[in-house]
Every structure is written in structure tokens, then in C-alpha cells.
């Protein structure tokens, strides 16, 4: 087994909290959490994982003051900016998963910009979920299979075939999980794809995570044994 993961995702949690417990407004833990998602991005980039998923903003999340909501966003579009201005420097490519609908114009065109400048880049590929709910995902991917049978194509759908409606076509699903702030739970994010995907949780609140504590998460995963339903 190699000893990096081919594929992590984060599930980015506990901004708020790191900014409560600083009496902080709870955009300063925001704030601070998108600058430490740019660091574990380079640090993954450096180490040799493929793919990284960024559990960015749920299909939940619409139910926060719309505040915080706008504050959320436009950090995320100064994260689009960056990223888009970097992008022939960086071998960087990056994906966007979850629905479109409900984003800005100004973000869906920031992001397809992204996109397009960075398709053709051959190192670690960045997935941010954005307006994203593992349910949502499903749906609009049975949606899509409906469509093409209501205009006579038919299918036999396996597994295969109905992970190829997802938003997360061609890309293999997670080998590493790691949520932080200390919830046991997945907040329907990856539904599908984390069916096998070995799960880690640590009390650090996202804000704090350091390269050091992706070390120790990643020393964890090389020691895990994946069976895959096998004896
Ligand atoms: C994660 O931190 C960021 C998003 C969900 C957008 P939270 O904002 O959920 O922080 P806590 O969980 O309230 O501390
Ligand atoms: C999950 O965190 C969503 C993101 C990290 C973007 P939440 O803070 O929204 O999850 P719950 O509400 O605690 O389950
Ligand atoms: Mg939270």
C-alpha cells in the first residue's frame, strides 16, 4: 500500500468555534480557515496526494444568517481570484462539485474560469464542494439518467455507470476522510463516494489544523488495514 493517500478529503469544521473561543466574529474563523486551506493545499501538493476535497460551503449552510452567508462567499471569491491568478504558475488543477444554482453569476463565472484555465495542469487536482449535499448530488444524477431514458436511450445502471452522473465523474473516490472540531459525523457530504473511505476525527478545530497535524493523520491511515469487504 502506498503511504500517501491517493485522495483526502476534509470536511473543513469548527471556524465559528475557533472564532468564539477568541471572541472573534465568526467571519475571523472563516477568514482564518481559508488561509489554512491554501497551506494544506501546498502541503498536499508537496507530499504527493492526488486529489483533495474541500468540504467548502453544504446545501445546509444556506440556513445561516445571511450574513455570515455573504461573508462566506466573498471569501470564497477571493480564493477564486487568487487561484485563477496563480493558475499558469501552479500545476494545480481544480474542480468544483454541488449545484450550481443559488451561487452568484459572478461566482459561477469565476469558477468556470478556474476550471477552464487549469483543466490541462497534470499535478494535484483541488475538488471544492460548494453548494454541495451528498443527497442533492444523488438526485440530480438519478435526474439526469431519467432525462436520457425519457429521450429513448436505455441503460442497465451499475455502479459504475451511475457514479459517471455524479458530479464527481472520473475522479476515485476518497481513500482518507478527516473532519476536524471533534463531530462524529459526515453532514451529508460524499454520500456515494465515501462508502470506503477510512474516516478520522480530530478535536482540533479547522482554524488550528497544521501540516504537522495532517502528518499525524496520515501516519494513522498508513497503519489502518482496508479490507474492501474482503477476509
Ligand atoms: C466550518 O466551520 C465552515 C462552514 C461550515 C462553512 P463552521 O462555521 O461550521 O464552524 P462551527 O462548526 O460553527 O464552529
Ligand atoms: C459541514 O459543516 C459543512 C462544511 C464544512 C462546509 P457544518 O458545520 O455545516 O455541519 P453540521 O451542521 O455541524 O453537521
Ligand atoms: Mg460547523
Not at 471533534?182 to 465515501?194: A, K, P, T, V, Y
Request: glycine share 6%.
Amino acid at each position: 500500500m502506498s503511504y500517501v493517500p491517493k485522495h483526502v478529503a476534509f470536511i473543513m469544521d469548527g471556524n465559528g468555534r475557533w472564532a468564539k473561543a477568541r471572541n472573534l466574529p465568526r467571519s475571523a474563523g472563516h477568514k482564518k480557515g481559508s488561509q489554512i486551506l491554501r497551506e494544506i493545499v501546498e502541503y498536499c501538493a508537496e507530499i504527493g496526494i492526488q486529489y483533495v476535497t474541500a468540504y467548502t460551503f453544504s446545501t445546509e449552510n444556506w440556513s445561516r444568517p445571511k450574513e455570515e452567508i455573504d461573508g462566506i462567499m466573498s471569501l470564497l471569491e477571493d480564493y477564486l481570484d487568487d487561484a485563477i491568478k496563480k493558475s499558469k504558475k501552479r500545476n494545480i488543477k481544480v474542480k468544483v462539485i454541488g449545484k450550481k444554482d443559488g451561487l452568484s453569476n459572478s461566482i459561477i463565472n469565476k469558477i468556470q474560469e478556474l476550471e477552464s484555465k487549469t483543466k490541462d495542469n497534470s499535478g494535484l487536482c483541488v475538488i471544492f464542494a460548494i453548494n454541495y449535499g451528498g443527497r442533492d448530488e444523488i438526485i440530480r444524477a438519478t435526474n439526469k439518467i431519467l432525462a436520457q431514458i425519457q429521450s429513448g436511450i436505455s441503460y442497465e445502471i451499475t455502479p459504475e455507470i451511475f457514479s459517471d452522473f455524479l458530479d464527481t465523474k472520473g475522479i476515485p473516490d476518497p481513500d482518507f476522510l478527516i473532519r476536524t472540531s471533534g463531530e462524529l459525523r459526515i453532514s451529508n457530504f460524499l454520500l456515494w463516494q465515501l462508502a470506503y473511505t477510512e474516516f478520522y476525527f480530530t478535536d482540533k478545530h479547522w482554524p488550528d489544523f497544521s501540516k504537522t497535524d495532517l502528518d499525524l493523520a496520515l501516519l494513522e491511515y498508513v497503519q489502518r488495514k482496508r479490507r474492501f469487504g474482503k477476509a
